[in-house]
């Protein structure tokens, strides 16, 4: 028990069940410690109902006595070992939390041996048994699809984990690496640097790039302004790099789009997609070197050809 706003309050709750209970015991011990004597007959209290229903003054059966006082020694019981008294704890120390702390250490327990056995194979190997990818799959769900989507297929800013192309790599290492520490894209707004016309014309060489729809005449003098400004993380053809996680521009694959407008936008204000170290997140839980292994695992899986 705990979180009262004031320190009256678990007194004022604590007199009450106390009182109560005592209460009821001496009102029942006062009503009921009446005995016959010897010879004497019950007395009859005066009222008749439906014609030949009599009220009559016996002392109360003991069974039925005895359940009344049980029930009084159980409250009592109960609030001697569980919370229940104001901010009282009980002798067993009982908190919800502690029981749900001791459920999650039994059910880690449980797993242990098997990510053990999970943690010797290297992540392909892991990656192909089919118990490693349905563990693996329900700790995706828990701790990557609200980004990556149910599907792993990714949506708008999120990259798809199922098409093999890769910002940052797809091979076991990396992947590990990457969802471990984290990763922050850095792509620098340059739209004042190079002015909207000069945005539109390098936007539309970067359509040129994957055969896209484009003006020809911008994209020639986009081409320079791609080599002074872009080359460096895209490199010079375009195909990206990953050690920046720079997207390569000539593929048909888009993270934020690939129409002419979202192009601008991109180049314009630049993207900051950021990737949460999971070795954070999965911070202080119990195996979290196997967890983080079964999700590489189960990650490099997904565009892995069966
Ligand atoms: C808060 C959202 C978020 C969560 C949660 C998240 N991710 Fe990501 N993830 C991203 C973003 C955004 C990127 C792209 C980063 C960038 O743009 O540079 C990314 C990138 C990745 C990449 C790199 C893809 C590539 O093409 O190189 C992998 C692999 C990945 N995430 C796996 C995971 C896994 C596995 C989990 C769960 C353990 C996870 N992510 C949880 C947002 C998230
Ligand atoms: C400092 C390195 C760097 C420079 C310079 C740079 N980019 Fe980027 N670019 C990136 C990174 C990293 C990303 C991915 C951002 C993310 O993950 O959120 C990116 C993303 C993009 C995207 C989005 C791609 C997609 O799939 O939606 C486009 C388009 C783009 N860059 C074009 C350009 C152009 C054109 C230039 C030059 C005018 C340029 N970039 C300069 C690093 C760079």
Request: a negative charge; glycine letters at 12%.
């Amino acid at each position: 028990m705990s979180d009262f706003t004031h320190g009256f309050w678990p007194l004022y709750i604590s007199v009450l069940t106390l009182v109560s209970i005592i209460g009821t015991w001496v009102f029942l011990k006062s009503q009921t410690t009446r005995k016959l004597a010897p010879g004497e007959k019950p007395e009859l209290i005066e009222h008749t109902w439906d014609g030949d229903l009599q009220d009559l003054n016996n002392p109360l059966p003991r069974w039925w006595l005895g359940l009344f006082y049980g029930t009084l020694v159980f409250a009592l019981a109960y609030l001697v070992l569980w919370p229940g008294l104001g901010n009282y704890a009980g002798v067993l120390k009982w908190t919800q939390i502690g029981e749900y702390e001791a459920e999650v250490q039994a059910a880690e327990a449980q797993f242990q041996p098997l990510y053990a056995g999970f943690m010797k194979q290297d992540i392909a190997t892991v990656a192909a048994d089919p118990n490693a990818r349905a563990i693996g799959k329900n700790l995706f769900l828990t701790y990557c699809s609200q980004c990556h989507g149910s599907d792993a297929a990714g949506s708008r800013g999120f990259p798809n984990l199922t098409d093999g192309d890769w910002l940052y790599g797809g091979d076991p290492d990396t992947i590990k690496a990457t969802l471990t520490d984290g990763r922050a894209g850095v792509m620098p707004a340059l739209g004042e640097a190079l002015g909207a016309q000069g945005t539109k014309e390098v936007a539309n060489y970067v359509l040129s790039l994957s055969g896209r729809k484009h003006d020809t005449a911008l994209a020639a003098t986009g081409k320079t302004k791609f080599a002074e400004n872009c080359a460096a993380c895209h490199m010079p053809d375009g195909t990206g790099m990953q050690a920046m996680g720079a997207p390569n521009l000539t593929d048909k694959v888009w993270l934020y789009g690939g129409s002419e407008a979202t192009i601008i936008e991109s180049i314009a204000k630049g993207r900051n997609g950021v990737m949460p170290a999971m070795a954070q997140t999965l911070g202080t839980t119990s195996n979290k070197d196997a967890k983080l292994h079964l999700l590489a695992a189960y990650v490099y899986g997904l565009s892995q050809k069966q």
